[in-house]
């Protein structure tokens, strides 16, 4: 579904990433680790559009796309579910799931009704401005607000960061739930091992905005993963 070749990212002079080539697959979740500092949100921010890439391809499902926008790559498939959740405060919680609906044809403008089988706690609080939620309610609303422009790729940035424990396990499981059955890529960045680990079938570790160790469950042991992240 994704493939990155030679990507590079600058902020100004800065170079932040350098060389990434990487692939996320259908039906997989590529998680991306290391320390604070690497380029893991950076790298989101690439694959996304929210800041433009400085070099090399980006493919998505089999086509090489230009430098585009958010937008643009909203439009082509993409949804990105940003660290610190970025909901609209002022906003019900319906409300900010239908800024989904700019991403599509109008006979597609409804919540489909997995979206609350998933998040059931939205349902009940659709009436509810979005800064009224807790930190864990509002991460859902987030990748529920992601998930209605029926991406083909999915792009979660430190998705547990701050949240309570049981939180933490929904959104494990709707994780899971979408790896079998929604037919999409998931790309996670996290910094929470255990969760990272028990979830990937694939991993990319980063350091200094390169590539440490890449590879999938198969071919990389829990020790080997731990190591590369504790570097």
């Given at each position: 579904?994704?493939?990155l070749?030679?990507?590079?990212?600058?902020?100004?002079?800065?170079?932040?990433?350098?060389?990434?080539?990487?692939?996320?697959?259908?039906?997989?979740?590529?998680?991306?680790?290391?320390?604070?500092?690497?380029g893991?949100?950076?790298?989101?921010?690439?694959?996304?559009g929210?800041?433009?890439?400085?070099?090399g391809?980006?493919?998505?499902d089999?086509?090489?796309?230009?430098?585009?926008?958010?937008?643009q790559?909203?439009?082509?498939?993409?949804?990105?579910?940003?660290?610190?959740?970025?909901?609209?405060?002022?906003?019900?919680?319906?409300?900010?799931?239908?800024?989904?609906?700019?991403?599509?044809?109008?006979?597609?403008?409804?919540?489909?009704?997995?979206i609350?089988?998933?998040?059931?706690?939205?349902?009940?609080?659709?009436?509810?401005?979005?800064?009224?939620?807790?930190?864990?309610?509002?991460?859902?609303?987030?990748?529920?607000?992601?998930?209605?422009?029926?991406p083909?790729?999915?792009?979660?940035?430190?998705?547990?960061?701050?949240?309570?424990?049981?939180?933490?396990?929904?959104?494990?499981?709707?994780?899971?739930?979408?790896?079998k059955?929604?037919g999409?890529?998931i790309?996670?960045?996290e910094?929470?091992?255990?969760?990272?680990?028990?979830?990937?079938?694939?991993?990319?570790v980063?350091?200094?905005?390169?590539i440490?160790?890449?590879?999938?469950?198969?071919?990389?042991?829990?020790?080997?993963?731990?190591?590369?992240?504790?570097?």
């Amino acid at each position: 579904m994704l493939k990155l070749t030679d990507l590079t990212l600058h902020y100004g002079h800065s170079q932040i990433l350098n060389g990434i080539s990487m692939e996320a697959l259908q039906g997989e979740v590529t998680c991306v680790m290391g320390t604070n500092g690497v380029g893991k949100t950076s790298l989101m921010k690439a694959i996304s559009g929210a800041h433009p890439r400085s070099g090399g391809e980006l493919e998505l499902d089999g086509k090489q796309m230009g430098i585009l926008p958010a937008h643009q790559m909203a439009w082509k498939g993409v949804a990105y579910v940003p660290q610190g959740r970025e909901i609209f405060p002022l906003l019900t919680v319906r409300e900010n799931l239908e800024t989904g609906f700019s991403c599509l044809p109008a006979s597609e403008h409804f919540v489909p009704d997995d979206i609350f089988d998933m998040f059931p706690v939205l349902k009940r609080m659709q009436n509810r401005r979005g800064g009224d939620l807790s930190g864990g309610q509002q991460q859902q609303l987030a990748i529920a607000r992601a998930l209605i422009t029926r991406p083909r790729l999915l792009l979660l940035d430190e998705p547990t960061e701050g949240i309570q424990p049981n939180i933490i396990q929904q959104i494990g499981e709707v994780i899971r739930h979408l790896r079998k059955t929604s037919g999409m890529a998931i790309v996670l960045v996290e910094q929470y091992f255990d969760f990272a680990f028990d979830l990937a079938d694939r991993f990319v570790v980063l350091r200094r905005g390169e590539i440490l160790v890449k590879g999938s469950r198969d071919d990389l042991t829990r020790d080997q993963v731990l190591q590369a992240v504790t570097v």
